[in-house]
């Protein structure tokens, strides 16, 4: 302790903003509220907790280290747009950027059907879910996207087949949807998404005659995120009243050598196929989320249910009454979490499905093991779960 006030060693500090505008007063407060009342407390809380080290040639903080989570985190984004309003007319809203992110965006993507109106903020959350979902892939895969929920996702030999197998999935649902393609769009893929109405279109590139088709459509936004790449973006946030939740992204996702066969009937090589990519597109569906797949499309998704059992149901009916040229029968069923009754794939096995890809871990895996068996149905368990709750 010496006898100078704010001539100390720096114990921690935050970053302040001033913007042109800013008088005296409005500078004052900002420091107090948005700094002091930050950094002050965190001094009191290192010092009682023993970990500030005072030395000649600075400060050191036992455990303050640049990490994955790390203890302190600073943030700084700028906005890039002002956006018509929020989720709902009464609500403002804008979209900040991260100047820094090398990953493909919809964030400063060109929107290249000029005279179009801007995304929405709910067109900027939904065409975000759509492009994560399409870099799962490497083979031609389309997917469209309501309220961040798929509708249909597949992939095929051609990108158009792809977007014809996604889009017959649930053709109701896909209508003012979002398209994610993860190739060029080619000009027989523009014609099949100008063929109803969609609000967005998101790719790494159009051909001339793709963009002349697309931009007939007066209000179909454009989007070239370029060239795809690798996901560089390794932490998702969640912003709390009063805080934030941070994660690891989730990037995981099963191989063959991950698979545990638990039941009598083993899976097809076809089945174990389709598996995989099921897991992949239940990725990105709302928990509690369950998917029917046949080869490499999906038939059925049911979404965002408080029940597991009542998602298998919505799975199911969408597969019956939704879907195009195309049904439950021999389907595989993906689940995000595992089943705590035998209920889930008893009503799996009267819609249809043949083989269960889930995570296991439920105290009634047994009681689920033999309802398969009874029935016939090959069951494999991943030993990760893929909830997603936002």
Not at 277 to 284: C, D, R, T
Not at 338 to 362: C, L, M, N, R, W
């Amino acid at each position: 302790v010496n006898e100078e006030v704010d001539a100390g060693p720096i114990v921690t500090q935050e970053a302040v903003p001033v913007y042109t505008d800013d008088d005296e007063d409005a500078l004052k407060n900002r420091v107090l509220y948005e700094a002091e009342f930050k950094a002050y407390p965190r001094a009191v809380r290192w010092f009682a907790e023993g970990r500030v080290t005072v030395e000649d040639d600075g400060v050191t903080i036992e455990g303050d280290v640049d990490a994955g989570l790390p203890e302190r985190r600073l943030t700084s984004e700028d906005r890039y747009d002002t956006l018509r309003y929020g989720e709902n007319p009464h609500q403002d809203a804008a979209v900040y950027v991260d100047e820094t992110c090398d990953e493909a965006s919809v964030v400063g993507a060109p929107q290249l059907n000029e005279g179009a109106k801007g995304l929405s903020y709910n067109n900027y959350n939904d065409a975000d879910g759509a492009l994560n979902l399409i870099k799962e892939f490497d083979e031609p895969a389309a997917a469209v996207i309501k309220h961040t929920n798929p509708a249909g996702c597949a992939t095929a030999d051609t990108l158009a087949e792809a977007y014809a197998d996604a889009l017959a999935t649930d053709p109701m649902s896909a209508f003012g949807g979002i398209v994610a393609l993860n190739r060029e769009c080619d000009a027989e893929t523009a014609e099949l998404v100008v063929d109803s109405f969609k609000e967005v279109v998101v790719a790494p590139g159009y051909t001339d005659a793709a963009l002349d088709i697309l931009t007939e459509k007066k209000n179909l936004r454009v989007l070239d995120v370029g060239e795809l790449g690798e996901r560089t973006e390794t932490y998702t946030e969640k912003a709390l009243v009063g805080g934030r939740l941070v994660q690891e992204r989730d990037l995981w996702t099963p191989t063959l050598d991950d698979l545990e066969v638990v039941t009598e009937t083993e899976p097809t090589d076809e089945q174990l196929e389709t598996m995989l990519f099921a897991w992949k597109v239940l990725k990105h569906v709302k928990s509690n989320g369950i998917l029917f797949a046949k080869g490499t499309e999906t038939v059925g998704v049911g979404m965002g249910q408080v029940s597991r059992v009542d998602a298998v149901e919505l799975a199911a009916m969408k597969a019956e009454e939704h879907a195009e040229g195309k049904d439950a029968q021999g389907a595989i069923m993906a689940s995000d979490a595992f089943f705590p009754f035998p209920d889930g794939v008893e009503k799996a096995a009267d819609a249809g499905i043949e083989a269960v890809i889930q995570p296991g871990g439920s105290v009634n895996d047994e009681k689920v093991i033999e309802a398969c068996d009874e029935r016939g149905i090959a069951m494999v368990f991943t030993g990760q779960r893929c909830f997603r709750h936002d």
